[in-house]
């Protein structure tokens, strides 16, 4: 099998851009379907203009191309809609298919079950049955924790910034993590091994660490206050945000992902990892440190 042709879905996105450089960099022929020609796109790329609400719209698009990157949020879009990016990439003969994960590990059984996860964990048990259906459509599922740098300067992993940052189960609870380029090169890298990538998931990390540990690498260590979180009051958080009226689902989701990442049993220390075939370098302390405080300013 040999992949050339790559479309993205959600190549604008916190992740997207990342993997559509490290493609054409590493000289992928690279097609973003877009609802629009407004945004700014790298010279290089191809644009096809798609309407996400059509199937025939995102077969057609998807026509001709080997594989397919789906970096789509999950939550932000709407699972029918996910659904149909696949359906799509089954439709068109695509060879390779890489659903909307990267992040947390939906093959472990209790991130499966939670509220925001089960819809992830559907839709790649939906993956596995079309390529059962179809030998010559495959998926690659990739896992690779929460994204570094965009966590941190998003107050998403810690909140530096503070005055206060949560910490959850103690904050020594060891998670992997991986920067939004050390992504990208693991789609690459997916792409480029593509026999050994086949039906099954991948998992990368540049480093693992704890929340003190990010702490004290920052410096900020007694200058931000910590107030001190148990993950599993986060699922309740999560599930009384669904009760609001309106409904808030951007606190649903973001408490949900909390549990999976900071909760000790949820699996997301991976214990084995394909950085040396997708070509993803763990990164040493000094270099996580250098990440830590660029993006706590």
Known sequence: ???????????????????????????????????????????????????????????????????LVNVLGYGTISKEIHQRVVDAA????????????????????????LPFFAGKAALLKHVQELAEKDKAFTWTALFNGPFLDWGLKENFILDLKGPVTPIYDGGDVLFSTTTRDGIAQAVVGVLKHPDETKNCPVFVAEAEVSQN???????RAGVVSTESVRTEDLEQRAMDALQRTPPDHRLFAVNMIWRAIFSQDYGNRFVHLDNELLGVRELDESEVTEIVRQNCS
């Open 90 to 113: 089954y439709k068109a003969g695509l060879q390779r298919i890489l659903p909307s994960e990267f992040g947390s590990d939906t093959t472990n059984p209790l991130v499966a079950q």
């Open 1 to 67: 099998m040999t992949i050339t042709k790559v479309a993205i879905a959600g190549g604008t996105g916190n992740l997207g851009p990342s993997i559509v450089k490290a493609l054409l960099d590493a000289d992928f022929e690279v097609t973003l379907l877009t609802r629009s020609t407004s945004d700014e796109q790298d010279p290089r790329t191809k644009i096809e203009v798609v309407d996400y609400d059509s199937l025939d719209s995102l077969t057609k698009a998807l026509t001709g191309q080997d594989a």
């Open 213 to 219: 540990q990010l702490l004290q690498m920052s410096g």
